[in-house]
């Protein structure tokens, strides 16, 4: 069975930082991404960065505030948010894709909670 487990979440003020880590149970797939959404109060929910084997990568919007690091291949990966702001406030949500030979599935995570308030 796959299960997808965020942690780090919480309340921090404005410029404060925050790191993120999602876990993967992977059973007997093989992981190839790993991604982080946020959905936000009244938006949709947007791409804020994704990670192959160790190579990731963070959308322009939050480039030079958000990095993803891990190893696919470990299962665990991490964002970490810096400088956060108001609008950073959502639910970060982790996705994985994986497949078994040529079965191919992607699975949620529950979320976990970012609110940025002073």
């Known amino acids: 069975q796959v299960q997808v487990v965020e942690s780090g979440g919480g309340l921090v003020q404005p410029g404060g930082s925050l790191s993120l880590s999602c876990r993967v149970s992977r059973d007997k797939y093989t992981v190839d991404t790993m991604g982080w959404y946020r959905r936000a109060p009244g938006k949709q929910r947007e791409l804020v960065a994704s990670i192959t084997g160790r190579n990731g990568n963070v959308v322009d919007s939050v480039k030079g505030r958000f990095s993803i690091s891990g190893d696919t291949a470990g299962n665990t990966v991490y964002l970490r948010l810096s400088n956060l702001k108001p609008d950073d406030t959502a639910v970060y949500c982790c996705?994985?894709?994986?497949?078994?030979?040529?079965?191919?599935?992607?699975?949620w995570g529950q979320g976990t909670q970012v609110t940025v308030s002073s």
């Open positions: 996705n994985v894709g994986l497949h078994w030979y040529k079965v191919y599935r992607d699975y």
